[in-house]
């Protein structure tokens, strides 16, 4: 049993991932939420939005946190279209056509990333990527910290769009009701694309986040796949609270794993509490039965 | 989704290249042949040699180092006439990108065998040369192992591979004997050792030696922290190890996971007698160039040129004015195929066979490598050694055995 | 025509065995390698409608069961298959039996498939048995006796064997009463349950026998490529292969997999020619598999077939 003084941090700096972890689930629980497609599209974008953020900050040096409201931006159209011209045409309401229109878009932008960036990982140095801060016994990572409360504002922002604005209560609406919404005068086929753009913007902030303590590589995407459907099944489809407690709960999960177990044989917590979720539980915590 | 779903069917990468080099020194060489009325002589056919090596992703410096290594090799024999005793024969490259899978080296195998090779070099890593070279042997086509450390790629009782350079064994005892050496040199002040290695052939391998051989140089293994390629985050290691105290952290891994290590350690506060790698991945000027307080001091045993011959200073030399970072896969790639290629002038044809014999028999001596004459030994040459290096002020220096040295170690680490 | 069709099949499937070039010889092991284990992921996800991201789970028990026999215990590769196939019989029973009685059903049973043979994949690399990171090298002794052959038509032949075999369970998966079954509940389940289908045992046996069957071809790649790892194993682009397969061949037909095999070989080799970077050939695969799913849905086999 490692000492407390190594649990801590190992605690500390799974809730700060977690934070990040958190706002890749609530584009995914949203996506799921309003158009009842499981976004299987989502490690892929992800991971070409970590791209363009290596981009960024390489060849036009952007620092990664400023580069948040342009990715974000780009990362929405992509979304848009994406939904606008792929999924809303192809899918055609069917579930397995879905999953597999998600599942081919997954697998065009690993393998395009392969081609235009080869199989290199690629890493970003900033000035403060090494950076310290002591908070007592602890030794907190810099980028961590920010990268957390960044995320934090962000889903708090998302939050209040989605509460208080009038585009948030008509998703909300053809998330609840569909036909219902209809007849108000919403637009559902507007607001699918319009959810799937503000799910994948999400990716956008989740990457200039994740760039500075991370690597990427064509393959990430499959790695973040399995963990954002994790926190998104372990808070409950749909719910938003769920995803922020989700991501949370795995960042920790992932951090202690990997104390307890190893680097190696780390991981393999997450794909264990996915498939303990999903066959106990599959409501999760904060969602509800279908 | 990524790529590789099977090997199969890859196109051999820059044969375009070579089809033109080939063009190339074949027109410069019916030019010569116009140039000498009277004498009649048949230009020799090209003798194509394959060269795998990991050229993207994880491993992708490193492979490119090697592969780049062996170019200048060739170009350096061709320039000076090509293999003299087949009459001046030249070496036609076929380059292959493994990417990083076993299977895939070993595809390209398959590929370049059919395309004519006399003989490969390659892999860089371990896992790629075991694979490789035991589909060379299929064909019984001689393979000169650049990079890959582990014993058992001369062990399997495969007649047609050769490896120049040290092997694990030798490598880890001989820098135990070194570290043992310089503790003893300070007054023993190293006790306790924690190992960290990456968690393929080459770093499982170092590390299990590791474990068998400390403590018969008076150090305790507290614990061994295996690690996959590529990790990026070592925080709950550098935790690990800092609640452990060791006085010597011991690694064996490849390029980012050895910076990130060595820059986490920094990071984390832990203080440290020395940290001292077997084959350190990242131990490299290009480290020493872009995190110098970190690198400073660092020690690793590992391949490198004999500083007190002046060829290989003009070499180096040489290979930075041209742009390159100098790194030991240059120096590896580079002899790996002039050892090959001094098999085919001994031999004085490409024929495998006889091309194997002469390997075998081989001890070439004219590289500047901090050993003398080969002599291979179940196609390990038991000559070879690697040696003690340290990073100060910025450069590595050679700092142990004393005939080769060109510094003294710093050790214990001043206090960070 | 009908009787001469078969005869044709035939003939094309033995063509490489006697033409010189070795190149088709590869191109056609490689094209049955994947039809067999098409065929596999065919059973369960195309007849029986289940859509699987994890199947590399069986391929893995395949190859891994025939490499770990082999180097460990000295046991010859021939026993491997009929071990490696209960092992995945065995392994599908499991993953179906939990997931069917919890309800999982379509994107649900899909993500914990995934989540199954990722599972696999970590263990395997850092288990002792299957030596982790570092994999299984299978040490070159070739002979039919040893399962190795250096000429690549007799692993041709066997690969055909093997996939023989899958048609053959295909065929009676056609016209049997299970396949019937399982037809039924890949239509509509609950009207299936209430034709008195008892659904999770149904699926879980499907899941079990196509199992079975992608095992053997993970035994068929051990012995080919004589080595194996936790991503080779286990990998997801090994799951997705079997999928692309399927789905442009055609789900749930008999030809479907061998149809699909043979347009993503075709698909792979003449882009490789015009372009030859790692990843621009699996790439016109997810393109393809859209363009399948907007306007195929059937794939290649149900190209004339009106959709039934």
Redesign the interface.
């Known amino acids: 049993m490692p000492p407390l003084e190594i649990i801590l941090p190992a605690l500390v700096n799974g809730v700060l991932t977690g934070g990040v972890y958190a706002l890749i689930a609530l584009g995914l629980t949203l996506i799921y939420g309003v158009l009842h497609i499981v976004n299987f599209a989502h490690g892929s974008l992800l991971m070409l939005a970590m791209y363009g953020a290596w981009m960024l900050v390489s060849y036009f040096g952007v620092d990664p946190y400023l580069a948040v409201p342009i990715l974000a931006a780009a990362m929405f159209v992509l979304g848009w279209g994406l939904y606008a011209g792929v999924i809303g045409r192809i899918s055609r309401g069917e579930d397995r056509a879905i999953l597999l229109a998600t599942l081919g878009i997954a697998i065009v932008l690993d393998n395009l990333a392969l081609v235009v960036f080869t199989g290199d990982t690629r890493t970003i140095d900033t000035p403060y990527s090494f950076a310290m801060i002591e908070a007592g016994p602890l030794l907190l990572s810099v980028p961590r910290l920010i990268s957390f409360a960044v995320a934090l504002v962000c889903a708090a922002l998302l939050w209040a769009f989605m509460t208080r604005t009038d585009t948030g209560r008509a998703i909300r609406a053809v998330a609840r009701e569909q036909d219902g919404a209809r007849l108000v005068g919403i637009r559902p086929e507007r607001i699918f694309a319009l959810s799937y753009g503000i799910g994948v913007a999400c990716l956008g902030v989740a990457a200039c986040l994740l760039l500075p303590t991370f690597y990427v590589s064509p393959q990430v995407g499959n790695a973040f796949v399995l963990v954002s459907f994790t926190i998104v099944v372990l808070g409950g489809m749909g719910s938003f609270p769920g995803a922020v407690v989700g991501g949370l709960i795995i960042g920790v999960t992932e951090s202690l794993g990997g104390l307890f177990l190893g680097e190696s044989l780390g991981p393999i917590g997450i794909s264990l509490v996915f498939i303990a979720v999903l066959l106990l539980r599959p409501a999760g915590l904060f969602g509800t039965t279908r | ?11 051999l ?1 820059a044969s375009r290249m070579t089809r033109r080099r080939a063009l190339a020194t074949g027109i410069a060489g019916g030019i010569a042949t116009l140039a000498m009325p009277g004498i009649l002589r048949a230009q020799p056919a090209a003798i194509k040699l394959g060269l795998i090596h990991p050229v ?3 491993l ?1 410096f490193s492979g490119s180092q090697c592969r780049k290594g062996g170019q200048t090799a060739i170009d350096d024999i061709n320039a000076a006439g090509g293999i003299k005793s087949m009459g001046g024969a030249k070496i036609e490259p076929m380059y292959g ?1 493994a ?5 895939i080296a ?1 595809g390209l195998v398959d590929q370049m065998a ?1 395309a004519g090779v006399a003989g490969f070099t390659g892999c860089f890593a371990s ?1 790629l040369g ?2 490789a070279t ?1 589909t060379a ?2 064909y019984n086509l001689p393979f000169s192992i650049d990079s890959g450390i582990t014993d058992s790629l001369t062990t ?1 009782g495969l007649k047609n591979v050769f490896r120049l350079f040290p092997n694990a064994s030798s490598a880890t005892n001989d820098g135990l004997a070194t570290l043992d050496a310089i503790n003893k040199a300070a007054g023993s002040p190293a006790k306790t050792v924690v190992i960290v290695h990456e ?3 080459f770093g ?1 391998g170092a590390a299990k030696l590791l474990n068998a051989k400390l403590p018969g140089i008076g150090l305790t293994v507290l614990s061994t ?4 390629t ?4 070592f ?3 550098a ?2 190890i ?2 452990e105290k060791p006085d010597i952290v011991m690694m064996s891994n490849y390029q ?1 996971e050895y910076v990130l290590l060595a ?1 986490t350690l920094v ?3 832990v203080d440290l007698v020395a940290m001292y790698s077997l084959l350190g991945g990242g131990f490299n000027l290009k480290f020493a160039k872009e995190a110098p307080t970190v690198a400073e001091n660092m020690m690793d045993f590992n391949h490198w040129y004999n500083p007190r011959n002046p060829a290989a200073l003009a070499f180096r030399k040489r290979l930075e004015d041209s742009g390159a970072t100098f790194t030991w896969e240059l120096l590896l790639g580079y002899f790996a195929v002039r050892f090959l290629a001094d098999g085919w002038e001994r031999a004085g044809s490409s024929d495998k066979d006889k091309t194997i014999a002469a390997l075998a028999a081989s001890t070439y001596s004219s590289h500047f490598m901090p050993y003398g004459p080969t002599k291979m030994v179940d196609g390990q040459n038991v000559n070879a050694h690697c040696v003690g290096l340290q990073i100060q002020g910025g450069d590595i220096k050679v700092v142990w055995p004393a005939e080769f040295a060109d510094a003294k170690p710093v050790y214990p680490r001043p206090k960070a | 025509m009908k009787r001469t069709l078969p005869v044709l099949i035939v003939l094309a499937a033995l063509a490489p065995l006697a033409l010189p070039s070795q190149f088709l010889v590869d191109l056609a092991m490689l094209t049955a390698f994947s039809a067999l284990i098409g065929q596999g992921w065919n059973i369960s996800g195309g007849f029986a409608g289940l859509t699987s991201f994890g199947h590399a789970a069986f391929f893995g028990i395949g190859a891994y069961t025939a490499a770990i026999l082999q180097t460990r215990w000295g046991i010859n590769p021939w026993f491997g298959l009929p071990v490696a196939a209960m092992l995945g019989a065995a392994a599908g029973a499991g993953i179906g039996f939990s997931a069917f009685r919890a309800g999982l059903r379509g994107s649900y049973f899909a993500l914990v498939t995934l989540a199954f043979s990722e599972v696999f994949r970590i263990a395997a690399n850092s288990a002792g048995i299957t030596r982790g990171g570092l994999g299984i090298l299978i040490p070159l002794r070739p002979g039919l006796a040893n399962f190795q052959f250096t000429d690549r038509r007799a692993s041709y032949l066997v690969a055909l064997a093997l996939l023989s075999l899958a048609m053959a369970v295909a065929f009676w998966l056609r016209r049997s009463r299970f396949g019937a079954r399982l037809a039924a509940l890949r239509e509509n389940e609950d009207a299936a349950a209430a034709l008195g289908i008892h659904l999770v045992r149904t699926k879980t046996q499907a899941l079990a026998l196509s199992g079975a069957i992608t095992a053997t071809g993970g035994v068929l790649y051990a012995q080919t490529f004589l080595y194996v790892d936790p991503s080779i194993a286990f990998g997801i682009e090994r799951s997705v292969e079997m999928l692309l397969v399927v789905m442009i061949g055609g789900a749930g037909t008999v030809w479907g997999p061998v149809l699909g095999a043979i347009a993503l070989h075709l698909i792979e080799d003449t882009s490789r020619s015009l372009i030859d970077t790692p990843g621009f050939a699996p790439m016109l695969y997810g393109v393809v598999l859209l363009a399948i799913v907007a306007f195929l849905p059937g794939g290649i086999a149900g190209i004339g077939r009106r959709h039934a």
């Open positions: 989704m990524t790529d590789a779903l099977r090997p199969s069917l890859l196109r990468s993207t992703g994880a992708a990108d990417q990083g899978r076993a299977e070993s059919e896992t075991l694979a035991q042997a299929k399997r968690d393929s052939d499982t922290i295996p690690h996959a590529p990790t990026r985050d925080t709950n290691i935790l690990r800092k609640a980012n820059r990071q984390q506060r």
